[in-house]
């Protein structure tokens, strides 16, 4: 492990921190799933879950010492129970599925800054619940023409963070005073896939590609949030898909002159 600034080594300029073992540890968990659905007609298929989540616990990547490096973080576990329905008109032109969720999870691993130079280490804050609802809908008005809608809502908050206020002050549930990162309230995608024009070398479709996300915080200690309205129709191109025997070429060109993707499959 290399210590650029000597703060291992003590060793003015830096030096090398080798640990005499490499640290290891095994995790297990039961992770099942339940479920059941009911075919109301056809057409309106509902549903509903229960699932247990789990995620490994590690070793830091970063460590600013030698207790760091051999001391794990414990697993995160996550239970989410979600209901949901699928339905569709009897000529599958029209698509709606809705889901509502609800996720408890316990030591949620969350990345800290320790105040050293380039040094975050992970840590297991405590307990969150997150809960929301998700709705997609798909129209296909004509056989050239596809418009789809998603839309997002999420009620994101902890429970319990564990933590020291302060130095030298004791540990204690500090939940009221944290941010919950990467859990934007709303979102929401629009997408229209068209076909321009069928010729002799294939097909010529437009696809236009409209996302939005509300604020959101970036880490546990930001106290603004971030802005994201300017990352919209970042997807907006037009494709030529030429197809045969051997293979289906795709040249796509990007509306905003970012780039050509060509891809071929053979």
Not at 52 to 64: I, V
Not at 236 to 252: E, F, P, Q
Request: hydrophobic share 40%; net charge negative.
């Amino acid at each position: 492990m290399t210590d650029p600034f000597g703060l291992l080594t003590g060793v003015p300029g830096g030096g090398v921190f080798r640990t005499a073992f490499a640290p290891g540890k095994d995790w297990q968990a039961w992770t099942p799933k339940f479920g059941i659905d009911y075919s109301v007609s056809d057409d309106v298929l509902l549903y509903a879950s229960v699932t247990r989540g789990f995620k490994s616990g590690g070793f830091m990547g970063e460590a600013g010492n030698a207790v760091e490096a051999v001391t794990p973080y414990d697993p995160e576990q996550q239970s989410t129970w979600e209901v949901g329905a699928k339905m569709s008109t009897e000529d599958g032109q029209l698509q709606l599925n809705t889901a509502a969720f609800h996720n408890e999870i316990d030591d949620m691993h969350v990345n800290q800054f320790t105040g050293l130079p380039g040094v975050s280490v992970v840590r297991n804050a405590g307990q969150a619940t997150t809960q929301g609802v998700e709705i997609e809908g798909i129209w296909l008005p004509t056989d050239a023409l596809r418009l789809q809608l998603s839309y997002g809502y999420l009620d994101a908050e902890w429970d319990e963070f564990m933590e020291a206020p302060a130095i030298g002050q004791p540990i204690s549930n500090v939940a009221d005073n944290r941010s919950f990162p990467h859990a934007p309230e709303h979102t929401l995608n629009l997408m229209a896939d068209a076909r321009l024009a069928q010729t002799a070398w294939g097909e010529l479709r437009a696809l236009a590609d409209y996302s939005y996300s509300s604020s959101f915080y970036a880490y546990a200690y930001q106290l603004d949030t971030i802005d994201t309205r300017r990352a919209t129709a970042r997807n907006t191109k037009v494709c030529l898909l030429y197809t045969s025997d051997a293979a289906d070429d795709l040249l796509c060109v990007d509306l905003g002159g970012r780039r050509t993707i060509k891809k071929t499959n053979t």
